[in-house]
């Protein structure tokens, strides 16, 4: 094919070899059927813009957004009010097949219990994808959408914007030189679900028996997707639908995807061998279909390479753990962050991609001889998350947070969120063939039971 009639979108896209011919180039090198080029802005749509959604948008601001997609019109008002040109949808399947044409890249910021089947559709068009974490609402939709995406060969993004970051690539550099030693055990704990905007109206609850009507801007059966039916409440949207079993993923979906990235990456843990779950749900038949208050989950995992096993113990709804020794007296552990404990010493660090990150006490920090940095960083740090994949869109090098790394992770937090149905028993789990070896009933919860008419 003659470089000069390569189109813009196949560039875009990726197909073909074009993303390995080409990164961005002059006007007079290349120019597309428009006579655009592959630096030019991308044309992107959105799905889900009334709350996370708006956020994402702006950071893609250099872009052209011409679509917009929400169930609730009246939520979703002051985005679609910014851009009057963009045409509106309220079905993300109706609005891909009519801008098939017209759109290269799609952000997702939905329900957790809607990415998947919206972020499948996406793929089969062939677009490129900024989804929010965590990736889904399951296991297997996690497996699934990754295996797609990679076979897509488009450019993808999660939206856990700490691992775009200058701390967790330090953090990464300080693992790797040994700053306090081979690291065998990890603390990691959140406010959540008791702290935090939205989770201050995190609902412990029996589902309502009331039905009140749905709000004429909201489409009720949309929203739903592939979740089980069951009449609008208030309290299941627009907020509060994170504490659900069937919309949200809990404390640890929400944030865990941020507070363990950093030691998921720097430590290289992978898939976890073992896991375990205690909550504070004592009366099943208040709140069987609410996440529980608070929870601690063990994880176990094996060696890799020349690293140690690890356990790691994530603990929310404002338990804590165990003060390290180093901690000087006074200093607190606060909010939501991680203690990677190792045979030499301690790093703390915050919540999203290892802020604050410090080795503990105070002293031991100011003495340790910061290695030079050996990788790259992302133009931006994390508030270039979204311009991270704007970049990988346009130059076809894999963003920070890709589904290849994504999918992973998200699987890892999601075996603890599938614990938290099995509380007090441990689970053995088989990533090859994704099942749980020693408790049939658990395996239930790996595969989603879709609605009627949905499907990935």
Not at 97 to 102: A, G, L, Q, S, V
Not at 297 to 309: L, N, Q, S, V
Not at 384 to 403: L, M, N, V, Y
Request: net charge neutral.
């Amino acid at each position: 094919m003659d470089k000069k009639t390569v189109s813009r979108r196949e560039v875009l896209r990726g197909t073909a070899g074009a993303v390995a011919a080409f990164t961005i180039v002059p006007s007079h090198v290349l120019a597309g059927a428009a006579g655009q080029r592959p630096s030019d802005k991308l044309n992107l749509a959105a799905i889900g813009v009334g709350g996370m959604g708006d956020y994402n948008i702006k950071q893609c601001s250099t872009e052209n957004f011409v679509a917009l997609c929400d169930v609730d019109d009246q939520y979703a008002a002051k985005v679609f009010d910014r851009f009057p040109n963009a045409r509106k949808y309220k079905d993300f399947r109706v609005m891909l097949d009519k801008e098939d044409k017209n759109i290269d890249g799609v952000v997702i910021a939905t329900p957790d219990h809607t990415h998947s089947v919206i972020a499948m559709a996406c793929l089969k068009h062939g677009k490129h994808i900024y989804l929010q974490k965590p990736l889904a609402h399951s296991i297997s939709e996690v497996r699934k959408l990754t295996e797609a995406a990679r076979e897509a060969k488009v450019q993808t993004q999660m939206g856990n914007q700490g691992h775009s970051s200058d701390e967790i690539r330090m953090l990464y550099e300080w693992i790797a030189d040994g700053a306090i030693g081979p690291v065998r055990e990890v603390y990691a704990w959140s406010d959540r679900p008791v702290g935090g905007d939205p989770w201050s109206d995190f609902p412990i609850m029996a589902r309502p028996k009331d039905k009140p009507p749905v709000p004429p801007t909201l489409d009720w059966d949309l929203w739903l997707g592939p979740a089980q039916y069951r009449p609008y409440h208030p309290a299941y949207c627009p907020l509060m639908w994170r504490g659900w079993w069937d919309f949200g993923t809990g404390a640890l979906g929400d944030m865990g995807c941020h507070i363990l990235d950093p030691a998921f990456w720097t430590l290289k843990l992978g898939h976890p061998t073992r896991v375990e779950a205690t909550t504070t749900h004592y009366q099943p038949e208040v709140a069987s279909e609410t996440y529980p208050r608070a929870a601690i989950i063990r994880y176990e995992f094996p060696a890799r390479g020349d690293m140690p096993p690890v356990k790691l113990t994530w603990f929310d709804g404002r338990l804590m753990p165990p003060r390290p020794k180093d901690l000087e007296p006074g200093r607190k552990l606060e909010g939501n962050g991680a203690l990677l404990i190792g045979d030499n010493g301690t790093i703390m660090h915050g919540s999203h991609g290892a802020g604050g990150v410090r080795i503990v006490p105070e002293v031991k920090m100011k003495a340790y001889k910061r290695p030079e940095m050996t990788l790259p960083r992302v133009k931006g740090g994390m508030s270039g998350h979204e311009q991270d994949w704007i970049r990988a869109c346009k130059d076809g090098k894999p963003a920070s947070s890709t589904f290849d790394y994504g999918g992973p992770l998200t699987e890892m937090v999601l075996l603890g969120v599938l614990a938290m149905r099995i509380k007090d028993t441990p689970l053995e789990w088989d990533p090859v063939n994704m099942k749980i070896t020693n408790n049939s009933e658990a395996n239930k919860y790996i595969n989603p039971v879709f609605r009627e008419g949905w499907a990935l």
